[in-house]
């Protein structure tokens, strides 16, 4: 079993800026992908950014997120920028460690528990 814990969501003014980190309990070297997903109240989840041989980002975020990893560290990042309200949801980490197939639009293995980013306009 791996967990993930992510940590750093908050409250925001539009425009700000959050930092999300994610921690693996396993190491995150050697293939698989690792994700981003979000879900906002009443609205289903949504993958933000896929991060694998390359890193994939959802159209809505595009140029405002970066999504980033420190496999010493077992670690996964997300640096948000000019933040709009409508990014305003829990964020989720996740993994999956099957080493083919595409890592936008696979089915995940491990979760963490999400973290609450609120956007304030």
């Known amino acids: 079993q791996v967990q993930l814990v992510e940590s750093g969501g908050g409250s925001v003014q539009a425009g700000g800026s959050l930092s999300l980190t994610c921690v693996a309990s396993?190491?995150?070297?050697?293939?698989?992908?690792l994700a981003w997903f979000r879900q906002a109240t009443g609205k289903e989840r949504e993958g933000v950014a896929f991060v694998g041989y390359g890193t994939y980002y959802a159209d809505s975020v595009k140029g405002r997120f970066t999504a980033s990893t420190n496999n010493a560290e077992n670690t996964i990042y997300l640096e948000m920028n000019s933040l709009k309200a409508e990014d305003s949801a829990t964020y989720y980490c996740?993994?999956?460690?099957?080493?083919?197939?595409?890592?936008?639009?696979?089915?995940?293995?491990?979760w963490g528990q999400g973290t609450q980013v609120t956007v304030s306009s």
């Open positions: 996740a993994a999956d460690f099957a080493l083919y197939g595409s890592c936008v639009g696979r089915s995940y293995t491990y």
């Open positions: 396993r190491s995150t070297h050697g293939g698989g992908c």
